[in-house]
């Protein structure tokens, strides 16, 4: 059974950056898709950024070219680089990782069977 473990949150001031590893505790060599999403205490998780099965990247509108999803080490790591970091962009951040339909849009939360436990990003004005 596949676990996901985030690191690299952490707190930074306004216009910082950072950088999200996900690790993956198996190596696969098949495809799947890989997502961040992120939560604000009290509100819905929301999507971030994704690769879908055919390894094209999606953002969410507020994302405005500030991040980049990637993967390395044969895709076993997700990576989510995060530039010009604003206040809202505090929350604790998940990833997940093999999607049941290859169809669906790439936020959609119940299509991820798996799911790392998070990691929190702080940005102070």
């Known amino acids: 059974h596949v676990q996901l473990a985030e690191s690299g949150g952490g707190s930074v001031q306004a216009g910082g950056s950072l950088r999200l590893s996900c690790a993956a505790s198996?190596?696969?060599?098949?495809?799947?898709?890989m997502a961040w999403f992120r939560q604000v205490p009290g509100k819905e998780r929301e999507g971030v950024a994704a690769?879908?099965?055919?390894?094209?990247?999606h953002y969410a509108g507020y994302v405005n070219s500030r991040f980049t999803i990637s993967t390395e080490d044969a895709k076993n790591t997700l990576v989510l680089e995060m530039n010009n970091l604003t206040p809202e962009d505090t929350a604790m951040y998940f990833c997940a990782a093999d999607c049941h339909d290859v169809g669906a849009g790439p936020f959609v939360e119940s299509n991820y069977a798996i799911w790392g436990q998070g990691t929190q990003v702080t940005v102070s004005s």
């Open positions: 198996e190596y696969s060599t098949r495809r799947w898709c």
């Open positions: 690769l879908d099965w055919f390894g094209t990247p």
